[in-house]
């Protein structure tokens, strides 16, 4: 089993910044796929950016590039998320994500993560 304990949610203003944290616990060995996603009110969950913990490669959503870093430190099993430039539509709840092996063309499928955190919300004003 894994866990998943994301922070660093906010209410900004538009332009703002903010970095998220996932700390992941228990078997951490068999993560080897990992992402942000956020799920607005009636909305479905949406990736935004993923990183394989090994290699680091990442990518990131079109909605986000440019925006966005994703980082890990795998001494402290802790994933990031810096957020620049935040916009009003940028207003979610955030959550960690994470699984043993993804492919590249499917990491922004939500259905192929096996843990997820509780999320933490971040809400931008204009």
């Known amino acids: 089993q894994v866990q998943l304990v994301e922070s660093g949610g906010d209410s900004v203003q538009a332009g703002g910044s903010l970095s998220l944290s996932c700390v992941v616990s228990?078997?951490?060995?068999?993560?080897?796929?990992m992402g942000w996603f956020r799920q607005a009110p009636g909305r479905e969950r949406e990736g935004v950016a993923t990183l394989y913990v090994v290699t680091g490669d990442s990518q990131y959503a079109d909605s986000m590039k440019g925006r966005v870093t994703i980082a890990r430190d795998n001494a402290k099993n802790t994933l990031y998320l810096q957020m620049n430039s935040l916009k009003p539509e940028d207003t979610a709840m955030y959550y960690c994500?994470?699984?043993?092996?993804?492919?590249?063309?499917?990491?922004?499928?939500?259905?192929?993560?096996?843990?997820w955190g509780q999320g933490t919300q971040v809400t931008v004003s204009s």
């Open positions: 228990g078997d951490t060995y068999s993560v080897y796929s």
């Open positions: 994500a994470a699984g043993r092996y993804i492919d590249f063309v499917d990491l922004f499928h939500a259905d192929k993560y096996t843990y």
